[in-house]
């Protein structure tokens, strides 16, 4: 029993986690600043972590749009998610707009 408690509390903490943390060559701070290059996703800021624009090199397409995301590690919390979070954090992001320079 403590066992599952143990394994559901570490997966919640890393699902919760922003994926900066999760990224041994990526700091928060970087993570949070805008990156240079041409953003060509349907978002600007991370469909993971709301707070960081999205890294130009770090893409995926979904339902024939480019996602955009701010570092590598949030990739596989985007596959892990239903289409339906999918949607969600997708509009969340897009609702989020632009960062200012």
Same mark, same amino acid.
């Given at each position: 029993?403590?066992?599952?408690?143990?394994?559901?509390?570490?997966?919640?903490?890393?699902?919760?986690?922003?994926?900066?943390?999760?990224?041994?060559?990526?700091?928060?701070?970087? =993570? /949070?600043?805008?990156? #240079?290059?041409?953003?060509?996703?349907?978002? *600007?800021?991370?469909?993971?972590? !709301?707070?960081?624009?999205?890294?130009?090199?770090?893409?995926?397409?979904?339902?024939?749009?480019?996602?955009?995301?701010? =570092? /590598?590690?949030?990739? #596989?919390?985007?596959?892990?998610?239903?289409? *339906?979070?999918?949607?969600?954090? !997708?509009?969340?992001?897009?609702?989020?707009?632009?960062?200012?320079?």
């Amino acid at each position: 029993m403590r066992l599952t408690i143990s394994a559901v509390a570490l997966v919640a903490s890393l699902a919760l986690s922003a994926c900066s943390k999760n990224s041994a060559d990526e700091s928060e701070a970087v =993570c /949070k600043e805008v990156k #240079p290059g041409v953003v060509t996703s349907v978002n *600007a800021y991370c469909a993971i972590v !709301l707070d960081d624009p999205v890294n130009p090199e770090v893409f995926t397409d979904y339902k024939g749009q480019r996602v955009g995301f701010c =570092c /590598k590690g949030c990739l #596989p919390k985007w596959e892990a998610m239903t289409d *339906a979070q999918k949607d969600a954090a !997708l509009a969340k992001a897009i609702a989020k707009g632009k960062p200012k320079p």
